[in-house]
């Protein structure tokens, strides 16, 4: 098996054991093997036998190191897009008048249903690219434009097509529980039922990953979010959800319940949910691309959530309504400007901790037995990458121990 030794870089592990901010670590070497790093330091520590082992050495010319980003919350297969609302929302209408005037996700709903599943793909695929372009080697991919089982396992076929077809790792969460269907209308409990039917249909496909649901007023209620979380419990399936993005619903709280690995959004939240998350281990998922776009006021949070020990992490929320936005590198600007996160926190948040909002343990840091996924920067310091607006620093990204 090919022993990659890379050298003449800097590399940024986000070890939280390192000292350094950002796990920084001068003149390093990383040794890869089998798609696993084997071996991370500064180069004047490497062992000579494991040196003498490497069947192959790569000279980084320089470049910053850091983990392949990690985008834990996107809703990238969906079909047509909202511009018309953009043009509606720039006249005086309100995000939720948009959506109580029957637009909103209901009309995305409408143009993902009339999508083939290689239309979808195709869409799906361009988005994609565009991560995969900033260093993106693992995201996440929703349902819940289709709310019918035949549509969400379209969307759920075609995400999982999409991550076999990448240099990327898709994992899918099934949010059946998006938005209530026209043929629901006024019956939401009855197609909370219908949730529940679908999800282990999926499940025993193969597509889902963990499950999510909105939780909000003009969405599902803490009720029936909860029938949702128990339907996922009884499967094994992990869950997350989109809570207080335009009110405390405390939602937060009967996430954390369940044990859900992240709870997103947040402008909301309140005291009470931060502390039910940090009990629980809950990512919060701070979304600033969906904020700017609806231009929200409401921050989320933020002393809050440092203060209770909540791991932050940041996201596109890649979809047509909220966030049209490919660019995780723009996010951590944004999370910077708009939230006031450090450029490490804001890091952190597209590393390690959406790692960990995803439940995988085997990837976000570079240390020895995880995933050698990483990407190269033509950057000094890992602060560039979210101080800059629109630039794209990346010269090569290793996906799997492989050169993308
Ligand atoms: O994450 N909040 C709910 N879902 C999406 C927006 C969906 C849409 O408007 O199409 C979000 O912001
Ligand atoms: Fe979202």
């Given at each position: 098996m090919?022993?990659?030794?890379?050298?003449?870089?800097?590399?940024?592990t986000?070890?939280?054991?390192h000292?350094?901010?950002?796990?920084?670590?001068?003149?390093?070497?990383?040794?890869l093997?089998?798609?696993?790093i084997?071996?991370?330091?500064?180069?004047?520590?490497?062992?000579?036998d494991l040196?003498?082992?490497c069947?192959?050495?790569?000279?980084?010319?320089?470049?910053?190191?850091?983990?392949?980003?990690?985008?834990?919350?996107?809703?990238?297969?969906?079909?047509?897009?909202?511009?018309?609302?953009?043009?509606?929302?720039?006249?005086?209408?309100?995000?939720e008048?948009?959506?109580?005037?029957?637009?909103?996700?209901?009309s995305?709903?409408?143009?993902?249903?009339?999508?083939?599943e290689?239309?979808l793909?195709?869409?799906?695929?361009?988005?994609?690219?565009?991560?995969?372009?900033?260093?993106v080697?693992?995201?996440?991919?929703?349902?819940?434009?289709g709310?019918?089982?035949?549509?969400e396992?379209?969307a759920l076929?075609?995400?999982?097509?999409?991550?076999?077809?990448?240099?990327?790792?898709?994992?899918t969460?099934?949010?059946?529980?998006?938005a209530?269907?026209?043929?629901?209308?006024?019956?939401?409990?009855?197609?909370?039922?219908?949730?529940?039917?679908?999800?282990?249909?999926?499940?025993?496909?193969?597509?889902?990953?963990?499950?999510?649901?909105?939780?909000?007023r003009i969405?599902f209620?803490?009720?029936?979010?909860?029938?949702?979380?128990?339907?996922?419990?009884?499967?094994?399936?992990?869950?997350?959800?989109?809570?207080e993005?335009?009110?405390?619903?405390?939602?937060?709280?009967?996430?954390?319940?369940y044990?859900?690995l992240?709870?997103?959004?947040?402008?909301?939240?309140s005291?009470?949910?931060?502390?039910a998350?940090?009990?629980?281990?809950?990512?919060?998922?701070?979304?600033?691309?969906a904020?700017?776009f609806?231009r929200?006021?409401?921050?989320?949070p933020v002393?809050?959530?440092?203060q209770?020990?909540?791991?932050m992490?940041?996201?596109?929320?890649?979809n047509?309504g909220?966030s049209p936005?490919?660019?995780?590198?723009?996010?951590?600007?944004?999370?910077?400007?708009?939230?006031?996160?450090?450029?490490?926190?804001?890091?952190?948040?597209?590393?390690?901790?959406?790692?960990?909002?995803?439940?995988?343990?085997?990837?976000g840091?570079?240390?020895?037995?995880?995933?050698?996924?990483?990407?190269?920067?033509?950057v000094a310091?890992?602060?560039?990458?979210?101080?800059?607006?629109?630039?794209n620093?990346?010269?090569?990204?290793?996906?799997?121990?492989?050169l993308?």
């Amino acid at each position: 098996m090919t022993v990659q030794l890379w050298r003449h870089c800097r590399v940024a592990t986000l070890q939280p054991s390192h000292p350094a901010p950002y796990g920084l670590i001068e003149d390093a070497a990383l040794v890869l093997e089998g798609g696993r790093i084997v071996w991370v330091g500064p180069r004047s520590e490497l062992p000579a036998d494991l040196a003498a082992r490497c069947t192959c050495e790569h000279d980084a010319g320089g470049a910053l190191v850091t983990p392949g980003l990690i985008d834990c919350h996107t809703h990238l297969v969906y079909g047509g897009d909202r511009a018309h609302e953009f043009e509606l929302r720039l006249q005086g209408a309100s995000y939720e008048d948009v959506a109580r005037a029957g637009g909103g996700i209901s009309s995305t709903v409408k143009a993902t249903r009339a999508a083939t599943e290689p239309e979808l793909y195709a869409l799906g695929l361009k988005r994609l690219r565009a991560l995969i372009a900033e260093g993106v080697t693992t995201l996440e991919i929703k349902s819940g434009y289709g709310l019918a089982l035949e549509h969400e396992r379209k969307a759920l076929r075609v995400a999982r097509a999409l991550g076999r077809s990448q240099p990327v790792e898709v994992r899918t969460t099934f949010l059946g529980a998006h938005a209530i269907p026209p043929e629901f209308a006024g019956r939401p409990d009855a197609y909370v039922d219908e949730v529940v039917r679908m999800l282990p249909l999926l499940h025993a496909e193969g597509l889902v990953d963990a499950v999510d649901a909105f939780c909000e007023r003009i969405a599902f209620s803490t009720a029936q979010t909860e029938r949702v979380f128990q339907a996922a419990h009884a499967l094994g399936l992990p869950v997350k959800l989109h809570a207080e993005q335009l009110s405390d619903s405390g939602g937060a709280e009967l996430a954390a319940r369940y044990g859900a690995l992240s709870c997103d959004h947040l402008e909301w939240l309140s005291e009470a949910g931060a502390a039910a998350m940090a009990q629980a281990g809950s990512v919060g998922v701070l979304l600033p691309g969906a904020f700017y776009f609806l231009r929200e006021t409401k921050l989320p949070p933020v002393a809050l959530l440092r203060q209770h020990g909540v791991a932050m992490a940041i996201s596109t929320d890649c979809n047509p309504g909220s966030s049209p936005c490919t660019s995780l590198l723009l996010m951590l600007n944004m999370a910077c400007t708009l939230f006031r996160l450090t450029p490490e926190e804001a890091l952190t948040g597209v590393t390690r901790h959406a790692a960990k909002a995803l439940g995988l343990s085997d990837r976000g840091v570079l240390a020895p037995g995880l995933r050698a996924d990483f990407v190269l920067w033509d950057v000094a310091h890992p602060a560039q990458l979210a101080y800059a607006l629109g630039a794209n620093p990346r010269l090569r990204t290793v996906f799997n121990g492989e050169l993308v």
